[in-house]
């Protein structure tokens, strides 16, 4: 059977990056079967062009899985494919915590021909024997311990994910415009894949706004070290034989959960050599530790997500996360700069102790620290979330089912001190002040002390950056932001250049690349 694992494009803008769940339920399929994976954001069909897709395709099963926010698209997508006789089956944490909406059960459409409830991995293939013989059932779960709690599955062993042969192309990172361009310039210019992985699931912390505690379980599962190495080096092949970029996001909630193992998992990656560029999400109570950070480093990690959510304290017990201390931001992000690692910290507004203002108050103090990339977003009640709980009891919810009219940056509960419409300006303000020209300008030159290449990868990251949330998609757009930011670019290049000229003039031994992007001193700077 020929099977099509399709993730909905998010409606606001391409991701920069595939999907863990789509390669790894190909990589878990029985053989005898053909998957597919296309991924909407990447690639954009109509309704109509998926569904041609799989009648040619004669595709016999279509599994669609979808956060919340767009499960509205998601649902619009199995309907056709489903009027058009092709069975459907969803799974990821929306189904999973409301299957009956998927089922038609509260009154309804019928969207899903099957759910799969929680984690898929170890219940898969009967799905897909189901359907071979037509014999669908409504709903998949994990089978159950003796407590009656899910079966979760022990990654180890972790399925083989052959990186080194999957077609990658559509997960391509360097716009179609400036591929040649780009390729001519040097080695693997014109290709840049970021590629998830996972090393452990589950987080204890129960933040309230989320999802992973009640979906992955409060304790951690984690792969073994040997496994996770190995799949670095296959990746490490993988760019040097085809001379493109690849860079790694660990996609676990919190991969120094705990922080002995993490420190192994490091000083093995250091010593196999497994040395790509990562990003990893990591909580800011960690990132004390100055060992855990040297490793950190030298181990590849350039970039890393901190929900830092709010910089008021009452915020913080108010969704359970005390334990990340604004105070501690500021020497956090100086500990990690002063290794060139840059942090993507992501802000929550609509909290219930924020207040008109409340965007300017947080961009001045984020403007105080060490320069990185700031993510703003509004507080959301996911279903089954304690929050959701506590919003409902309360009466605060304006549209209980939020997602089925999913409207970005428009919140579905009000907060406590201040309007819908307040949080949506307050957010707007953060994301302009934060990415304006002016202030890629200041970010590039708060670092002025770094190597070329660090300044030039904050300002790269951050032209991008802001296109994973807004559109940015188009030649023009491009071209505009391009020259909205010429006094940067343009001073990185001349400095480029410079180097370059001097370099081929008297060349002092080593590569070019390597004489212009100055090595990264040990002992940082
Ligand atoms: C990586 C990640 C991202 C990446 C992008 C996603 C990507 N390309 O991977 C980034 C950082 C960009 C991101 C952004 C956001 N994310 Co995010 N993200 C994650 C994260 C950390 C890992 C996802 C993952 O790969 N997990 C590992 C895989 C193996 O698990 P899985 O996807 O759940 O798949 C398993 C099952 O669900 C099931 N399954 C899944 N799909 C399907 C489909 C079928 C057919 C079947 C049978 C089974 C199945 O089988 C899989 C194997 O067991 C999760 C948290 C988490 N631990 O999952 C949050 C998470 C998915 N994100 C979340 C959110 C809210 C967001 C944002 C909206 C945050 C924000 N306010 O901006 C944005 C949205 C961005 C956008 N434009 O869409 C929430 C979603 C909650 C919800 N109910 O929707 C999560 C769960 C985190 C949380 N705090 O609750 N995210
Ligand atoms: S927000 Fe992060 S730390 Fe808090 S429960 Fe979710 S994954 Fe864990």
Not at 228 to 243: D, Y
Request: charged share 30%; aromatic share 10%; with cysteine.
């Amino acid at each position: 059977m020929k099977i099509l694992l399709y993730n909905p494009d998010n409606g606001v803008t391409r991701n920069f990056m595939p999907h863990l769940w789509m390669f790894l339920l190909q990589a878990l399929t029985p053989e005898k079967h053909e998957v597919i994976l296309i991924d909407g954001n990447a690639k954009a069909m109509t309704r109509e062009e998926l569904v041609s897709f799989c009648k040619e395709e004669n595709i016999g099963l279509v599994g669609i899985g979808s956060m919340t926010r767009m499960v509205a698209r998601a649902y619009r997508v199995a309907d056709s494919l489903r009027e058009a006789g092709i069975k459907v089956v969803m799974g990821g944490p929306h189904v999973t915590e409301c299957a009956d909406e998927a089922l038609g059960r509260e009154g309804g459409p019928r969207h899903a021909d099957a759910v799969a409830l929680g984690e898929a991995d170890e219940y898969w293939a009967d799905i897909i024997e189901d359907a071979e013989n037509d014999e669908l059932k409504d709903i998949y779960q994990p089978q159950f311990d003796d407590k009656g709690n899910d079966k979760k599955p022990s990654l180890q062993p972790y399925p083989h994910i052959p990186w080194e042969t999957l077609d990658l192309d559509q997960f391509s990172l360097v716009p179609k415009m400036f591929r040649s361009t780009l390729a001519k310039l040097g080695k693997g210019w014109g290709k840049f894949f970021v590629v998830p992985i996972e090393t452990g699931r589950g987080c204890p912390y129960g933040c309230e706004f989320c999802t992973v505690t009640g979906f992955f379980g409060d304790s951690i599962r984690f792969r073994a070290n040997e496994d996770i190495v190995e799949e670095l080096l296959r990746l490490k092949a993988r760019a040097r034989r085809e001379k493109g970029q690849i860079a790694v996001f660990f996609i676990d909630d919190n991969l120094a959960i705990n922080k002995k193992r993490l420190k192994s998992l490091l000083k093995d990656m250091i010593a196999a050599g497994a040395i790509l560029p990562w990003v990893a999400q990591i909580s800011a109570n960690l990132l004390a530790d100055e060992e855990l950070v040297d490793l950190i480093a030298d181990a590849g990690g350039k970039w890393v997500f901190i929900g830092m959510e709010s910089i008021d304290p009452e915020n913080m017990a108010s969704v359970n996360k005390q334990f990340s201390k604004p105070a501690d931001y500021k020497g956090v992000l100086d500990r990690l700069a002063e290794r060139n690692i840059f942090a993507i910290t992501s802000f929550i507004f609509g909290m219930d102790n924020d207040t008109k203002g409340v965007a300017e108050r947080t961009v001045e103090q984020i403007e105080s620290w060490a320069p990185g990339l700031p993510v703003f977003g509004q507080l959301t009640p996911f279903p089954a979330t304690p929050l959701y709980t506590r919003l409902e009891k309360e009466g605060r919810l304006k549209r209980k089912k939020h997602w089925l009219d999913f409207a970005p940056f428009v919140m579905a509960h009000t907060p406590n001190k201040m309007t819908i419409k307040e949080a949506r300006t307050e957010t707007n303000y953060a994301w302009s002040r934060s990415y304006s020209p002016k202030r890629n300008l200041e970010a590039v030159e708060s670092i002025k002390e770094k190597p070329l290449q660090f300044r030039i990868s904050m300002l790269v990251s951050r032209l991008f950056f802001h296109g994973i949330y807004f559109p940015q998609m188009g030649r023009r757009a491009w071209l505009k932001l391009l020259s909205q930011n010429r006094k940067p670019i343009s001073g990185l290049l001349k400095e480029g250049l410079s180097k370059w000229r001097k370099v081929r003039k008297g060349d002092s031994g080593g590569s070019v690349s390597e004489q212009v992007f100055d090595k990264p001193k040990k002992g940082y700077s």
